[in-house]
């Protein structure tokens, strides 16, 4: 397919390497090294997108990042579709598929475009304005028809193919941007050794030179100069280059974040290669060299497609030898447009007429062009364009002594060129929080006080000019070397050979003739942001930019207002008829360009989003059909069903087993912590409410654990191993909560005490042994430990070996029967299990999970804190009143205990409720009320905690905590529900074997 | 021509270095103690261990097949063959005596791979945020960190080799992790 704006040679592209795409369906042809914008305008393509309010025809504005019209789609599947991606940074690949975005049913004819011609009923704060009332149309009218029309591009329906990656980085210099000042930058850095990252967001080194044809660096074509520099930096082992590497976030400590694009630009991408790596890079040195965007012109309908800024144009021409029309009109403030006049003509554009704002164009390229013929129209401004889907034509009106637009002329193009001046781009540099500074000469911020270690150089600085950026860059990269430690010596200077663009820009709106109150002259494009709707902003009060921004949305949405908030600031500050300082500066939040959630992801995807944890027993639970429950970062065996079972089944039949006979339960994520030093003890004092000192080496005790507030925290069962070493464990959950507590009092209030910490939840494997059967199993397998009852009573712990491998053996219970369990180093875990499961077998031996072990606690009334507790128990709410020690001297939460508080007898206690419906299972959580037909709100005694149906007893059982619990018993309560109020009696909360007498068997 | 003889590739050759670029070796099951203790005891518990406890932070010290690796002023982790936990409970009881102390056994609490290779320095700091560069992270240091969302010692023993110590049930995690993180250098 021909591409009939092609030019006939030149540019950066392959030309041996034709690629084909389509956009909106249609199929197109370009070259390696186009992207998307460069090849449709090849094809005279500039009508790419509508606008967000008004849905306007645009075209493509810009060359790069600052793009606020041309935004596309681009995926061929939902499992790899951005929205939102900017055309000329598409980079081109064969078989890429893009889309428009934001019109309906086609670009071309828009439904929305009714907005246009009732633009004048949208001003700036439409929607605040007008779906105020009734309130309720907000839910089911105005926002979901709002949320409808409003927002850019579509998200993607299917979940990303893509993978992603991340890096931690270091070095010593970091160069943002490859362009004339930051190559030079990275040279005159890494002369010396010091490690130097190089980034840039574009597939090719160069920058601003990649679009330069005539100037000559150290007496070669900057072409050649980019690669002659790009190659001595790759020979350079202490260099890293970065290509297609957006820094997008300055934070803090010179830390910055880098999303580096690895696969987008790639027809058939390798499998294994992300497509995306977000780089956290910390640099001891910053040198930015982000260089500077041209701003637009503003003048009524200076939006029409064809209509682009000069330096785009050029871009088009001399990088991707596009022509972007045929016939051009340049409206420019300031020299630099000139040179886009003078490529475009050379490249065969027919220049028509440069309309110069300025009175007395004079420089060096301004004579340049008048050499060459150019029509200069000095004075003169742009008061209207005409055409629809294309610009064709530009009134061109001269401006009067007065300033006011006298004798105008209509000249037909079908290019329409911008240039108001140069704006620096300084957005890393205020996010790293640097002061700005406002520059008269170029209208517009500067980086002033630095507040990290960075530096600016060439453009971003306001340092215009070939030359000028490229000894900047020397300069500042001579500097951070030497403030590394390496310095490398003066770096030799190039001479430099262009032609010099004189200072002289404009801020704000154009002067015109038309009627301001109805025309649109667009300063903000993706928002459809006009001159009027600031003027009125302003008008209705409005002082500060950040308001304005707001009120108005100039300067949001993907582009961040790049090309759009210094205009914004001129057009407010004559307003206002304020200095443009006085305005204020809307702040720059990264990122500087989207980047993708993905990156940000990275890895944490998935199966490795979060790490799962698995005990040494997990496989064997697995092997057997456990269903799994997530606890914490745990998966820990929920119930194993047989048969089909429910999980209702699979508990009932479970639980009467390990009641009947015997079961075998993976206790292993218990937290588990061993405490060792000659202060062991007074530490344990210190640290539970229990009383320890006495405790002989050998036994257990159930440990309670306050916060300072007096509220119960934790919960275990703790070994004396010996004198001086006590096993203790933890809750699930509160393992790493309770080792901190614990090193948080010892490192801040006693390290006095020689006693030390260590956490061993995972070096041991529990085997939980539990019910009737269970010393029968244990018997034969335990070599060396008496495990009769006399010898090995309820809560002790001997320490020997069990199938043949040492253990910790404790024989504790959380399910009221006789019970064991096993501690063996971990990696044993599972051989020991399924030892201890096979001898069982002869004695009825049930695997059961978290959900049986549940149920039988709650027969037994045993807590579980964070269910039973909420924080705000203490230990006498929840029936542990036994277990502080009265005549301790301190512990920590025992001055709180003593609050008047504490005592109440209308506390919420812990009690236990039966239903006159035996299958009546209370849901946990549900309200607990005196009386069921008070009004609403009624006055609430408290709330179910555990609620359960229990086999053994054929009943439901459930345990709450309620106002004045443990003296109502006997009394009956009520549980309001939907549908209906349970009535339930209040019971003691052991709801089996109450002396505790199988606990001794 | 002899140049061209120096320069002859084989077809595997740029397959295996792209292969090797990043190796994972899960290592061999060995004792692992932390130590704990005062000043007054370092130097008997070096004794004890036969590895004196290298004083300054974050370093290891080897002596054929044990290694001491500082974790904190006043804790080491202690590395060790395979079945040697009781001789180096009772060293320590018998050189350290009333010395005050602690020494728990974490060998089935850690568990460790080795991760070798030109590329193992990068594949690391996929997850782990300390600048790894040889100058900054040398032979021998050793440190407490994070890989991702997991909690490993990280001891560089060569200068393209790694040990990583991780709680056996991150295990799953940090293998995926580096599993996923490898493919990106055999692309």
């Known amino acids: 397919m021909s591409a009939p704006f092609r030019l006939a040679q030149g540019g950066r592209i392959d030309r041996a390497r034709p690629l084909g795409f389509t956009f909106d369906g249609k199929s197109y042809s370009g070259f390696a090294g186009d992207t998307l914008a460069s090849a449709l305008l090849s094809h005279g393509v500039h009508l790419t997108g509508r606008s967000f309010k008004y849905h306007r025809p645009r075209g493509i504005l810009s060359a790069g990042a600052d793009e606020p019209n041309a935004l596309v789609g681009v995926g061929r599947d939902q499992t790899r579709y951005t929205p939102n991606l900017r055309a000329p940074q598409v980079e081109l690949y064969d078989g890429l598929v893009a889309e428009s975005q934001n019109r309906w049913p086609s670009l071309s004819f828009d439904i929305g475009a009714v907005n246009d011609l009732f633009g004048r009923f949208l001003p700036a704060g439409f929607y605040y304005k007008t779906f105020m009332w009734p309130r309720k149309a907000w839910d089911h009218v105005y926002e979901p028809k709002i949320r409808a029309m409003a927002g850019l591009g579509r998200a993607p329906t299917a979940a990303d193919a893509d993978r992603y990656t991340q890096r931690y980085a270091h070095c010593d210099v970091l160069v943002v941007g490859a362009g004339p000042a930051g190559l030079a930058a990275a040279l005159a850095a890494s002369a010396g050794g010091a490690s130097v990252m190089l980034c840039d967001d574009q597939a090719e080194f160069g920058g601003s030179l990649l679009s330069e044809t005539t100037a000559t660096i150290d007496g070669k074509p900057a072409a050649q100069w980019i690669a002659d520099t790009v190659a001595t930096l790759r020979g350079r082992a202490n260099v890293m280059l970065l290509g297609r590497t957006q820094a997008f976030g300055y934070y803090p400590h010179n830390s910055i974040g880098l999303v580096e694009r690895l696969t987008d630009h790639l027809a058939t991408p390798h499998p294994d290669m992300p497509r995306e790596r977000l780089w956290t890079l910390r640099a001891r040195e910053v040198v930015i060299c982000a260089g500077a965007l041209e701003r637009p012109m503003v003048f009524p309908e200076n939006d029409r497609p064809g209509i682009m800024l000069a330096g785009a144009a050029r871009t088009y021409a001399n990088r991707y030898g596009v022509k972007a029309g045929s016939r051009a009109v340049l409206f420019t403030a300031q020299d630099e447009g000139y040179r886009a006049a003078l490529d475009l003509a050379r490249a065969g554009v027919h220049v028509a007429a440069i309309a110069d704002l300025r009175p007395n164009p004079d420089g060096e390229l301004p004579a340049a062009a008048r050499a060459a013929g150019l029509n200069i129209m000095a004075g003169t401004t742009v008061t209207g364009t005409r055409g629809r889907l294309r610009v064709s034509g530009a009134t061109l009106g001269r401006l009067g002594l007065d300033g006011q637009v006298g004798q105008s002329q209509t000249i037909a193009c079908d290019l329409l060129l911008m240039s108001g001046g140069m704006t620096p781009s300084v957005h890393l540099f205020s996010q790293s929080k640097g002061k700005l500074r406002f520059d008269e000469t170029i209208k517009a911020y500067v980086p002033g006080q630095s507040a990290e270690r960075e530096r600016s150089a060439g453009a971003c600085r306001g340092i215009f000019g070939l030359a000028a950026a490229i000894e900047d860059g020397f300069a500042r990269g001579e500097e951070v070397a030497q403030a590394v430690g390496r310095a490398g010596g003066a770096v030799t200077r190039v001479a430099v050979t262009t032609l010099a663009a004189a200072p002289g820009v404009h801020l704000g709106a154009a002067p015109h003739d038309r009627d301001a109150a109805t025309v649109k002259a667009f300063v903000d494009y993706q928002n459809d942001v006009t001159a009027k709707d600031l003027a009125l902003a302003t008008r209705e009060g409005f002082r500060s930019i950040e308001h304005i921004k707001r009120y108005t949305t100039t300067g949001m949405a993907t582009d961040q207002g790049k090309m759009s908030n210094m205009n914004a600031l001129g057009i407010v500050a004559d307003a206002l008829r304020r200095d443009i300082p006085e305005i204020g500066l809307t702040t720059f939040r990264p990122p500087y360009t989207p980047v993708t959630f993905g990156a940000f992801a990275g890895t944490s995807r998935g199966q490795l989003f979060d790490p799962v944890r698995q005990t040494a027993i997990h496989g064997w639970a697995a092997d057997h059909g456990a269903a799994f429950e997530d606890v914490g970062l745990w998966k820990r065996a929920h119930y194993f069903p047989q048969g089909g079972e429910d999980m209702h089944a699979a508990v009932a039949r479970e639980c009467k087993a390990v009641r009947a006979a015997v079961g075998i339960f993976d206790a292993s994520t218990l937290g588990k912590i061993e405490i060792v030093g000659p202060d062991a003890a007074e530490f344990m004092n210190r640290m539970y409410t229990n009383a320890w000192t006495k405790l002989e080496s050998g036994r257990c005790r159930y440990g309670v654990m306050l916060r300072e507030d007096g509220f119960v925290m934790d919960d275990g069962v703790v070994g004396r191993m010996a004198h001086d070493r006590f096993h203790v464990t933890t809750t699930t959950g509160g393992a790493p909560r309770v080792l901190a507590h614990m090193e948080d009092y010892l490192q801040t209030e006693w390290p006095d005490l020689d006693v030390w910490l260590t956490s061993t939840t995972e070096q041991w494997a529990v085997i939980a042994v539990q019910g009737p059967n269970a010393r029968k199993v244990l018997e034969p397998l335990v070599e060396d430990i008496d495990i009769s009852a006399a010898a090995m009573p309820h809560m002790s712990v001997r320490q020997g070996r069990i199938c043949g491998v040492p253990t910790r053996l404790f024989r504790v219970s959380f399910t009221g029967e006789l019970g064991f369990e096993v501690n063996v180093p971990a990696d044993y875990g599972r051989a020991v299990w399924e030892a201890i499961y096979q001898a069982g077998l002869a004695h009825g031996i049930t695997p059961y999970g978290t959900e049986t072990m549940h149920v039988l606690r709650a027969e037994k009334g045993y807590i579980i804190v964070g269910q039973e507790t909420d924080g705000t128990a203490v230990p006498d709410d929840v029936g542990l009143g036994w277990a502080v020690g009265k005549a301790k001297k301190d512990f920590v939460g025992k001055r709180s205990l003593a609050r008047a508080e504490f005592s109440k007898p209308d506390r919420k206690q812990m009690v236990g409720l039966r239903t006159r419906d035996p299958h009546d299972v209370l849901e946990e959580g549900a309200q607990i009320v005196a009386n069921p037909n008070q009004p609403v709100p009624m006055t609430v005694l408290g709330q179910v905690t555990s609620s359960y149906f229990s086999a053994v007893l054929d009943h439901s059982i459930a345990i709450a905590m309620v106002r004045g619990g443990r003296a109502r018993i006997g009394e009956t309560l009520y549980v309001p529900m939907p549908d209906r109020v349970i009535a339930v009696t209040v019971v003691d909360p052991v709801f089996f074997d109450r002396e505790g007498v199988r606990l001794d068997a | ?187």
């Open chain 2, 1 to 187: 021509m002899p140049e061209t003889a120096a320069i002859r590739q084989g077809a595997f050759d740029q397959l295996a270095a792209r292969a090797a670029a990043v190796t994972f070796t899960p290592c061999p099951p060995a004792a692992r103690f932390v130590f704990r203790g005062r000043p007054a005891g370092f130097a008997a518990a070096g004794d004890a261990f036969g590895v004196a406890l290298p004083q300054t932070a974050c370093r290891a010290a080897t002596t054929g097949s044990r290694s001491a690796l500082w974790l904190g002023p006043d804790e080491w982790l202690l590395l060790a063959e395979d079945g040697a936990v009781a001789a180096i409970e009772a060293a320590f009881a018998d050189r350290l005596g009333q010395q005050p102390h602690s020494l728990v056994d974490v060998s089935h609490r850690n568990t460790a791979v080795e991760i070798a290779g030109p590329a193992a320095a990068d594949v690391l700091n996929a997850g782990c945020p300390l600048d790894l560069r040889l100058e900054a992270f040398p032979v021998g240091m050793c440190t407490r960190t994070l890989f991702a969302k997991a909690e490993i010692v990280l001891w560089r023993t060569d200068a393209q080799r790694f040990r990583v110590e991780v709680w056996r049930s991150f295990a799953g995690y940090l293998w995926g992790l580096l599993d996923e993180i490898r493919r990106e250098h055999a692309a």
